[in-house]
Nanobody, 123 residues
C-alpha cells in the first residue's frame, strides 16, 4: 500500500525558508516521478513542482520558479521541496504525490497523495 507522509511545514516570515520532506513507502520509489502540489483553503489544487524517478528532470509552476527547488534521495525514499524567498501567497497546505506511471509528474497523472503539511508565511 502506498504511503506518503509530509513534514517540515510551519510558520515562516516573508523572505524566509522552509524545507518540506515527503517519506514514501509501499512502492519502488525510484521508479516513479513525484510531485508537490498545494491548496489554499477554498481554492483549487495548484501544481508546484515535479521530479523524475532518477531526479534528472524537474519542473516548476510559474509562481514558484526560481524560489523553490525539488530534489529526491532514492536511498531514503524521500522527496524534498526547498522553499526560499517565501511570500504570504505561498501560504497553503502542501501535498506530495506519486505519479501513476512513467515520468509524467503533472496533476493529471498523480494517483496517490499524502495528508499534507501546512505552510504559513506571515510576519
Amino acid at each position: 500500500q502506498v504511503h506518503l507522509v509530509e513534514s517540515g511545514g510551519g510558520l515562516a516570515q516573508p523572505g524566509g525558508s522552509l524545507r518540506l520532506s515527503c517519506a514514501a513507502s509501499g512502492f519502488t520509489f525510484s521508479s516513479y516521478a513525484m510531485s508537490w502540489a498545494r491548496q489554499v483553503t477554498g481554492k483549487g489544487l495548484e501544481w508546484v513542482s515535479g521530479i523524475s524517478g532518477d531526479g534528472s528532470d524537474t519542473d516548476y509552476g510559474d509562481s514558484v520558479k526560481g524560489r523553490f527547488t525539488i530534489s529526491r534521495d532514492n536511498a531514503k525514499n524521500t522527496v524534498y521541496l526547498q522553499m526560499n524567498s517565501l511570500e504570504p501567497e505561498d501560504t497553503a497546505l502542501y501535498f506530495c504525490a506519486k505519479a501513476q506511471s512513467g515520468n509524467y509528474y503533472y496533476l493529471d497523472n498523480l494517483d496517490a497523495w499524502g495528508q499534507g503539511t501546512l505552510v504559513t508565511v506571515s510576519s
